[in-house]
């Protein structure tokens, strides 16, 4: 159990390295003085979405709100909670499917066994 949950975080925390360096690299291709490549465009919006869509929900209307975020220590803040939110989310996935290849794998050496 200690082993499935240190692998789920730890693969939480690379899906988003991974989201973040995606975008660091589609960066350069979305230059508007150079002209945007319509494939670079759609994926650099692809991977921030994945990375980012819990700032679109956080607090409309509240105290945190950040689709309207002004000030720069509001839009860290933002930045922060979603990419803590996105730790857990991605964490608490990536833990259910190794639960359930887990289980898979019970179950096939068991029938194996028989």
Same mark, same amino acid.
């Given at each position: 159990m200690v082993k499935r949950i240190c692998l789920s @975080?730890?693969?939480g925390v690379s899906t988003i390295a991974l989201l973040i360096f995606l975008t660091g690299?589609?960066?350069p291709y979305t230059n508007p003085?150079? !002209?945007?490549?319509?494939?670079? @465009?759609?994926? $650099?919006?692809?991977v921030s979405t994945l990375l980012y869509w819990p700032s679109f929900h956080l607090?409309? !209307? !509240?105290?945190? &709100?950040c689709p309207n975020? &002004?000030?720069?220590? $509001?839009?860290?803040r933002c930045i922060g909670m979603s990419l803590s939110i996105?730790?857990? @989310?991605?964490s608490a996935v990536c833990f259910l499917l190794l639960w359930v290849i887990g289980k898979r794998r019970q179950a096939v050496?068991?029938?194996?066994s028989k």
């Open positions: @975080v730890a693969s690299l589609l960066m003085d150079k !002209g945007p490549v319509p494939l670079a @465009v759609a994926a $650099e919006y692809a607090f409309r !209307g !509240g105290r945190l &709100d975020a &002004d000030s720069i220590p $509001e839009k860290f996105d730790l857990l @989310v991605y050496r068991a029938s194996l």
